[in-house]
């Protein structure tokens, strides 16, 4: 099936520094991948819309310059935490779509596990 | 309120037990339906898809109704390895999901 990689898996770092997370389709193009982040013991919300080759959408109360987003490439999309701080800390998780049997299935990326100190 | 509601649990129950999760949703757009399945810190899984005419694949029975915008998950002859939380999701077509809260359920020996 579909694969989606994510790197790195876990991710500690020091409050100020900047952390980017590659999210890659496998086998297949994704002209939009999504991004996720999950708080311990809530539900999965969705970041921002990644678009390839355009400008990501951004969710209501995600600052588009805090979270860089860029989809360079049909197969690749990075999120860059600038100037990361402790309630970063989260579980972040990438998709992208496929289309597959005529109906859109979405694959998920393994998670990056952020810990800002 | 919550675009998609799920109960919490957790919800006990022994091996071979029947449980049933619910879910609602809010948004009348909703074009498809999900169960997925999320284990301790890691990625969700698809389950299964729902569909109006309820589906079912093995132990797994999942329903749809459009009218209550309600969608139901039952599990048949609980497994240990069933335990985990289960994801409600919804969608609009090709765009982002729209997860619950989850529903975690722990499979007793």
């Known amino acids: 099936g579909a694969v989606v990689s994510q790197h790195p898996s876990r991710v500690i770092c020091k409050s100020g520094t900047s952390v980017k997370i590659e999210c890659r389709s496998l086998d297949f193009q994704a002209t939009t991948m999504f991004w996720y982040r999950q708080f311990p013991k809530q539900s999965l919300m969705l970041m921002a819309t990644s678009n390839e080759g355009s400008k990501a959408t951004y969710e209501q109360g995600v600052e588009k310059d805090k979270f860089l987003i860029n989809h360079a490439s049909l197969t690749l999309s990075t999120l860059t935490v600038t100037s990361a701080h402790p309630e970063d800390s989260s579980f972040y998780i990438c998709?992208?779509?496929?289309?597959?049997?005529?109906?859109?299935?979405?694959?998920f990326g393994p998670g990056t596990r952020l810990t800002v100190t | 309120r919550k675009e998609v509601e799920q109960d919490p649990g957790p919800f006990n129950v022994p091996e071979g037990a029947t449980v049933a999760f619910n879910c609602t949703y809010s948004n009348s757009a909703s074009q498809s339906f999900f169960w997925y399945r999320q284990d301790c810190r890691k990625e969700p899984k698809l389950l299964m898809s729902v569909y109006s005419s309820g589906n079912e694949d093995g132990r797994f029975t999942a329903q749809l109704n459009r009218a209550s915008q309600y969608i139901s998950l039952l599990i048949r002859d609980s497994k240990l390895s069933d335990s985990a939380t289960y994801l409600c999701v919804v969608t609009e077509g090709r765009r982002a999901l729209t997860f619950g809260s989850g529903t975690r359920l722990q499979v007793q020996p």
């Open positions: 998709s992208a779509y496929l289309l597959a049997g005529g109906s859109y299935e979405q694959y």
